[in-house]
């Protein structure tokens, strides 16, 4: 939006090219989405709490946890008008690659925001039942994969890019659909079931949002994507764009997040947030890449689906409960030791995901 005026404006001073430039519109991107979080989140989180819109704890969790019930929740709101706006702020809006993630961030926040209002405003704790949970957000994968295959125009928009090699790339055909629906609706409830203790989902993700703003200007420039012998997309740059949104959308939210929380981001945020990350690494063509740099989210979805496997087949559980990091609460680490040791294991794992730039 404000891009169209900049080219407006440099009719009558040429400083203003200094907006059509990705990197300072990145940087905006970043300043308006954190500002916007840290100016709205005191009176959102007063909003909440009024409202009693607090969080419900399972009975069977860590004692430590009965102490956050009643805590804000639903305060992924925030970080959703944070990214739209500075979104519509500063990105391109004539790409159809930031439609596209705009679209499935909104669609699966809608899916969060209605499981979240069930079981905190009707106060059913089963929430949104999981059938028509999984089902609306396969609706929208869906029609976001289709999208992108039948738009695509190059065919290395819908083919898999094998990191570690150098112009390694593996059509898919309609395969490309199935993957994209996977990494789609996968990151989204992986974010979801890694949002378990302060601050815990929101600075992976963060940092994996970075990392993907990486891999996004590189890919949407040819000069860079050709030295470094990765696919050249048109249009993928805007990704950093939004990137960036989210990075800084983030950041302010873990201002209220931080522990001990003030608010938590509920479904609304965890869902439309892991989402947008699978989003991003579809139209980036690196979901491979984005399987190493969110390892965390992957160990933590793995442990819940080896702890329900094991106990279903044998009786018996592998974890004292899962996901993973409620296992070493109750192996007496203090949660903000599994915080900050799960941000540095994320870390290492961008890091690596990056070296695949090089690593070829």
Known sequence: MLLYLADWLTQYHSGFR??????????????????????IGPSMIRYLSKYNVGQTVRDDGPETHFVKAGTPTMGGTLILVAIIVSTLFWADLSNRYV?????????????????DYIKLVRRDPKGLRARYKYLLQSLAALVVA???????????????????????????GLGFIVLTY???????????????????????????????????????NFNFSSYLAIPYV????????ICGALAGSGLGFLWFNAYPAQVFMGDIGALALGA???????????????????????????????????????????????PLHHHFELQGWQEPQIVVRFWIITIILVLTGLATLKLR
């Open 18 to 39: 200094v907006f059509q430039y990705l990197t300072m519109r990145t940087i905006l991107g970043v300043l308006t989405a954190l500002l916007m979080s840290l100016l």
């Open 99 to 115: 439609w596209v993630v705009l679209f499935v961030t909104i669609s699966f926040g809608a899916i969060g925001w209605l499981d």
């Open 146 to 172: 289709c999208f992108l295959f039948y738009t695509a125009e190059q065919a290395v928009e819908t083919s898999l890019i094998v990191p570690f090699f150098k112009n390694v790339s593996i059509p898919l």
């Open 182 to 220: 996977f990494v789609i609706v996968g990151s989204s409830n992986a974010v979801n079931l890694t949002d378990g203790l302060d601050g815990l989902a929101i600075m992976p993700t963060v940092l994996v949002a970075g990392g993907l703003g990486i891999f996004a200007y590189l890919t949407g």
């Open 234 to 241: 048109v249009g993928v740059g805007e990704m950093t764009v």
């Open 276 to 322: 947008a990350l699978g989003a991003i690494a579809v139209v980036v063509r690196q979901e491979l890449v984005l399987l190493i740099m969110g390892g965390l989210f992957v160990v933590e979805t793995l442990s819940v689906i080896l702890q329900v496997a094991s106990f279903k087949l044998t009786g018996k559980r592998i974890f004292k409960m899962a």
